[in-house]
């Protein structure tokens, strides 16, 4: 449905949070979900006209990691710690295949060869600029939700997300498909012009206390991984910055989910088999930040280190009741959503023992009836009857949406958890300095 | 700098605003990391990067500045060439998103301001009305970071415009935004993991103390005559001292058992969901009625 601005309802003018926020999510997703759509038009338009530019953005450009040859990129994925927890489809690209400089491959070769050997996914490493640029927009329209895209470079194991830039939010529907295409596509034709990687990496999106888990997120991921090798959705929380704390979350679908949604089966017995969880939905991925060397000299020139800065007042803030009331509020909400899943489940289960039951009933008539008809010598009737109506299966209802009702409900009470940890130390803080 | 000559004639009166704008500028974060990523991303020939500020202006005059965009240009010796379609396509974009941001000015990175800056600083006074020119000295000349704001006034000999003076403003470059996310996190070259909050906690925690432990030392040396005390300072330590509440042992203690408990709690609560979440998806998924 579309969203009207006045819909964010404010409960005594305050700082109470929308009813509704499930609606918004839904609303806002969908709507980037059909912008999404665009991003075969999109991608094809960049790799086609930048492809061979990128080629050389690899030699020259001074931001890009310039001088790494293949070598250090293969070593560095070698290198690097494994993570038992990742799932890995593709073994790493070994030794003998890759380490030949001298066979005369030209780069390009080499390029492509590269990528079909694609080592996971393993931390994701943000500019300092695009970090900020995602606050500052999320900050600006929060408690709207918002999102934008990701700019920056698939290298290795690591997804170098270098510059960003935001959605307009819009209010009717129709204008959408157009206008945002429009958009989109002069944003980055205008980006390219002056030399920032125009490959779209993903999207970032704000949200509220965690609450993003959500079936328009996976549409969209599977929209996105589509056209995109590897590509992840970085969620800002700015409701949580009022914290001290910067809660900045690289998501990604693990592998196995994505298999499994593809194949739109979400049974008990397959989700056994593939041994998949509500905790395998999503996968986090650790986040780096980086910055250009003359940013840092700046920032190290202009700001000092002074011993204590906004981040800490915010961080030793005695309350924390309105926060926690929130968590507490939306994981109530959940609970109830899941309670409602549940409720369907057991449904489901009673429907079909019932039915069971009733087949067993028809069963033995027949088969009683078979035996009178061979005592008089006449064809036994089939077993079977496909046409009586108990027999028609009965559709199991689909997990997913449990799924991700109890991954919000964890990152609620993984918030809790964090908060209420938090306000232990300040408390004996002050008890300390009290007692002085 | 330029002298009030006057001429001959009567009427014509060299022009020297003499007087300083009261107009002051506060520029965000996001616009310096901006520039800084532009100028390393510039084109080979380029010797620096020009492009627009946006931002809004508030009533009293203060001009700020919450973000910006580069604008390819050409620039030679006695000509410069600025790419009007895209800054006006770029400006158009970014009103989509935010509406509030009007453009307030320009930036160019380079110490000083040069002949061509005057050109352009014209071109943007046509689409703004005093617009700000931001300065960000990216070779640290003078071997230091200079980042500077200037609005021009023109110098007219009667109906002749002479040169453009360009006055400095006040810059107030407090990066609020930037504390927030945490200095550490933006200046290095390199953070290694983003803290999260009982990390964040700990630091802070650990920063109090050492502040505490500087002015106990402070006021240990004041006591014993080692360093001549200052008023100032002795007034804040007081003030910072009385502003702790006076609480009668027995209340303190009653509000903070009711804090831990209400914390202990909401950690039990959330305990007792997880616990709950593992039950009922074993229930959900090892249940198999055949």
Redesign the interface.
Known sequence: MPLQKDQVTHRNGGTAVQPQKNRLITALMRRHVARTMLLPLLTKLTYQHTFPQQKYKYSF???VVPSETLFAVLSRARARKKNPRQHRLVPPPSPSAMANPATGRSFLQAMTSVEEVAPPLRVV?M???A???I???C??FSPALVTGQLLGLDVGSVLEV??CF????REEDEELEA?GAN?QL??MR?LR????DNNTVGWYQSTLLGSFQTAELIETFMNYQENIRRCVCIIYDPSR?N????A?KALRLSDSFMDLYRSNNFN??K??EKKL??VNVFEEI??????????????????P?S??????F???KLSSAPF?ERN?EF?IEC?DD?TAE?NK?QYY?RN??RQ?AQQQVWLQKRRQENMQRKAAGEEPLPEEDPSNPIFKPIVEPS?LD?YLI?NQ??N???Q????????????Y???A??EN | MATAAATSSKQTVLQYPGAAPSVSARIHPVVLFNICDAFVRRPDQAGRVIGTLLGSTSSDGTVEIKNSYVVPHNESADQVALDIDYHHNMFVSHQKVNPKEVIVGWFSTGFGVSGGSSLIHEFYSREVQNPIHLTVDSGFTNGEASIKAYVSASLTLGDRQLAAHFQEIPLDMRLIEAERVGFDLLKNTSVDKIPNDLEGMESSMERLYTLINDVYKYVDDVVEGRVQGDNNIGRFIAEALASLPKLSPTAFDKVFNDKIQDNLSLVYLSSLTRTQLSIAEKLNTAAQIL
């Open positions: 450009s001074p931001i490493q500019e300092g600029l970090v900020l640029k606050i500052k927009h900050k600006e270098t510059n935001p959605f307009p939010t206008d958009y002069e944003m205008c012009e002056v030399n920032v910055s914290q001290g704390v910067v900045l008990g017995e989700l056994r969880s509500w650790p986040i780096k930040v980086s910055n250009s060397a003359l940013i840092s000299a700046f920032m190290t020139e202009l700001e280190d011993p204590v800065t906004q981040c800490d915010d961080r030793l926690m507490l994981l609970m899941l549940q489940f289960y079909l023992s069971q997990r449990s109890t409900i964890s609620y009470c993984n809790v958890n964090g908060a209420a940890g938090q306000g232990f130390s300040k408390l803080l002050m008890k300095l009290h």
